[in-house]
Structure formats: C-alpha cells, structure tokens
C-alpha cells in the first residue's frame, strides 16, 4: 500500500459526459500528479500541482483540467469524454517540487467511456 | 483508423538468473532517469534512480546502468524472483526549460519469471 488513494475505483459513462477523479496524497506530500496509462499511449504526464499551486504540465487536453485543495487532496475533472479518454488514471505523490525522486502512486481509477 | 496497443519487448527468464532490461532516451537533455516496476492490476512502483552525473548505481538486488554516450539506460536484476514479474518502465527529464520536472516514460519491458 503506498498512502496514495484514489477514488472510484471503476467508472463506466457515455461519451459526451463529466466526470471527477478523486486523490488522496501520503500524508506529508506536497505534490500530486496525475497520469494517464492506455493501451495506446502507454504512461504519459499529465500535470503536477505543489501545495495547491500547478507546478508542471505535461500532455493534458483542453477538456481536462485539475486542482488541488487546501488539504492537499486533489481533482482530475475530464469533460466531453470520447472514446479515447478510457484509460486508467493514476495519482502520484511526492515530498519532492521537483518531479524527481520517488513518487507514490495510487491504484488508479479505470475510466471506460461508452 | 484502427488504434493498435503498443507491442512490448518481452524478457523471460528462469528464476535465479540475472535480469537486464534495456531501455533507449532520445532527450540529450535529459539528466534524471528512474525506473518503475508495474504489477498487474497495481499503480507503478519506484524501484531507483540516477542522476546524470553518474554512470552505475546499485540497490538491494538491483543496479541501473547510464550511458549517456548512446542514450542507453539499463537495469540489472540479480538473482530474479518470481516475484520480480512485472511491467518495468524507465523514465526521464530533463534538467531544465520547460520539461523541468515532467517524468517521460518509456513503453515499458514485461518481464516474466519462471520457476
């Protein structure tokens, strides 16, 4: 277990539609990231925040977007779905701003668009 | 068009053997890699990193390789489990502008370890 949750677990919508992804960092870490893991693209970035500040982007779409809360806990929003938004989600933890060192990352949300 | 899944290099070893799996950066800016190991069903695990500024480190059973001449990054597994099955991604970033900070992953090696 890495103190990284996230929630839900599964999420199944329809295409079109809004959804949030939940994440709880390890207690301590300032900075959350998030990314997005499909058959298609493998792993990829998709943006850090540090101590409710963004931090870093990396290959985000327009329809997405984030934030993270006073209590360090942070939110994916992705709207418009499509298709090619399923994918498994992931949220990482770090003490580190940098991006380096090791990040913890959660079990990750299993978004299916339909 | 049709989207394919990536196709990822495989490894199978016997158990007790040692393990190298290899990974290839593009980024001549790069000068921080790390390695990640993915279980089935589980978020990516940290498994070590190194900077730059050296060409070997090693951990408990495991030792990555830097050859920034090539571009070349390799983890060496030693004395492979059955538990040491598993996606395994390298990953980098660079040093400055503004990629600072942003992981890039590579498509990942399975690696399957037989008893």
């Known amino acids: 277990d890495s103190g990284v949750t996230q929630t839900p677990k599964h999420l199944i919508t329809a295409t079109g539609q809004r959804v949030t992804l939940r994440c709880s960092p390890r207690s301590g870490d300032l900075s959350v990231y998030w990314y997005q893991q499909s058959l298609d693209q493998g792993l990829q970035f998709l943006i850090q925040?540090?101590?409710?500040?963004?931090?870093a982007k990396g290959n985000i779409l327009e329809r997405f977007s984030a934030q993270q809360f006073p209590d360090l806990h942070s939110e994916l929003n992705l709207s418009s779905l499509e298709l090619g938004d399923s994918a498994l989600y992931f949220c990482?933890?770090?003490?580190?701003?940098?991006?380096?060192?090791?990040?913890?990352f959660g079990p990750g949300t299993r978004l299916t668009v339909t | 068009g049709e989207s394919v899944g990536l196709h990822l290099p495989t490894l199978s070893v016997q158990e007790g053997d040692n393990s190298i799996i290899n990974c290839a950066y593009s980024n001549s800016a790069s000068d921080y890699f790390i390695w990640y190991k993915q279980e089935s069903g589980k978020g990516p695990q940290f498994i070590i990193d190194?900077?730059?500024?050296?060409d070997k480190r090693q951990g408990q059973r495991v030792t990555v390789l830097l050859n920034k001449t090539v571009k070349h990054l390799s983890l060496q597994i030693a004395a492979t489990q059955p538990g040491d099955s598993a996606v395994y991604f390298c990953a980098e970033t660079p040093s400055g502008g503004t990629s600072y900070g942003k992981l890039t992953f590579g498509q990942g090696t399975i690696l399957t370890v037989h008893p």
């Open positions: 990482a933890s770090s003490v580190s701003p940098s991006g380096r060192g090791e990040q913890y």
């Open positions: 925040y540090y101590n409710g500040e963004e931090r």
């Open positions: 190194i900077r730059s500024n050296m």
